[in-house]
């Protein structure tokens, strides 16, 4: 029996002795506390690892990690635990919360320095970074060659850095924006060998706004003094790896990093009545902000006296909503549990939720042939899921399986039809394989359903995306279908 395959009949974290100090040596460097209490969770992640590397147990596998070639098999390891959910313009109101409130206000307050510094903490594969570079490049208009801008992306995952940095997306990652927005921001690329599929490569003018480091967050509570200053700093659905401790510590060192009059914003399930002690929360339309004390009541605050015009239409998925003036709220009394940004994959087969979970999580960090997998399995059991075959179309399409995708949002349409996100990327992959009348008839669907709800209502696998932006995207579409066909 060779050691693979010992491992493999080893079974689970209590078999394997080596185990208990394995899990403190990754929560004390990572730490995600979060796998306090998933021992098989964590054991079946770092069972891959022992797969890859052909060891038998977590012994064999910590002599690896402290011998000549441990760093590299460190930064696997934290890529195989740190699973990370992430895309473009994710969480429409803190979108249009920095649009309509949070960049405008910046923009006034630095008018006379002309600089911005913005770091995207827990950035995962960089979508969130880039959202940013997107509007601060449509805010700033013609004036950005005169300003000073730099947008930072940090990560533990060198993994998910190094998709950032090649700032190539499939359909997955764009999923909530309108195809205006897809043209406008991103260009087609073809397939290269080997894959199945083009992607859309994030424009040059974006992506050199954008850089991007490896850093722990963990480095940021052994910091003794503050480090680079920043005006604006997300660190969204990063906060739920930590044990409430790590989580005070560094909301406070992200705080201590703040200029005078900066903002930062957290995950939007993620706010703290205990932040209240070193930051003042803000409530805007949607969402919680946080900004250094003092700042609230401050002039500064004042509403802001320069907004340069955009130079191009504003993006549809950012609406210019007029935002009252920021009033200070009492944040929610318990930290919720984020679902769908759980770090796991869980346990797929447990019911459709925790299946379609897992699903995105793998598709969200680029495994997007293991989430195909893992939903095909899953399907077995639910496959009369429509929220499943939703799924099973947009990864289709990740896959370059356009005849599947055709197929699974058809029978995601078949076991709902008023699904509106269904009829939406039907309508899409319709438009896109020349089938104008075809197109037309799914987004007209979409549109009409849409209309029909509340405008503001956000759409059942919709990511945020309102039932107003829906009909407006859908519009949108059957115009340019409309203005193409003779
Ligand atoms: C759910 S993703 C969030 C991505 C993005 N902020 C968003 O909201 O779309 C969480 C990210 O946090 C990163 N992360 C986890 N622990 C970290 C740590 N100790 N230091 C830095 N990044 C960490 C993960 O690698 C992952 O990419």
Redesign the pocket.
Known sequence: MGPVERTRRAGGAAADAGFPVLKARVIAR???NYYADKDDLLHDRVRRRLKVCGLPDCTAYLALLDGPGGREEWVELEAEI?I???FFF?YAEQFEALRDTILPDLIAARRATRTLRIW?????TG??PYSLAILVHELLGEALPDWSVTILG????EA?LATARAAEFGPWALRTLGEPERVRWFRNTPARPGQPRGGYALRAVYRRMVRFER????ALIEAVAPGAAYDLI?C???LI?FSADHVNRIVRALGQRLEGGGWLLI?HAEPNPAFGQWLEPVALPGTVAYRPTGTVTAPSSAPPAFVPAPVVPAPAVVPVVPAPPPVVVPAPATRPSIEG?RPDDGEPGASPAALRDSVRSLADSGKTAQAWRVLQEGLAAYGTDPALRYYEGLLALDLGREADAEQALRRALFLDRGFVMAHYQLGLLLARSGRPSQAARALDNALRLAQGLPPGMGLPEGDGVSAARMAENARALLAGIAGATP
Do not use: K, M
């Open positions: 990572t730490g995600h740190t990370g959910e992430t994710r995207s903490a827990g950035c995962s979508a969130e940090t990560d533990i995952s998910a850093q722990n967050l963990l997300l969204r659905n990063v790896y995950g940004d």
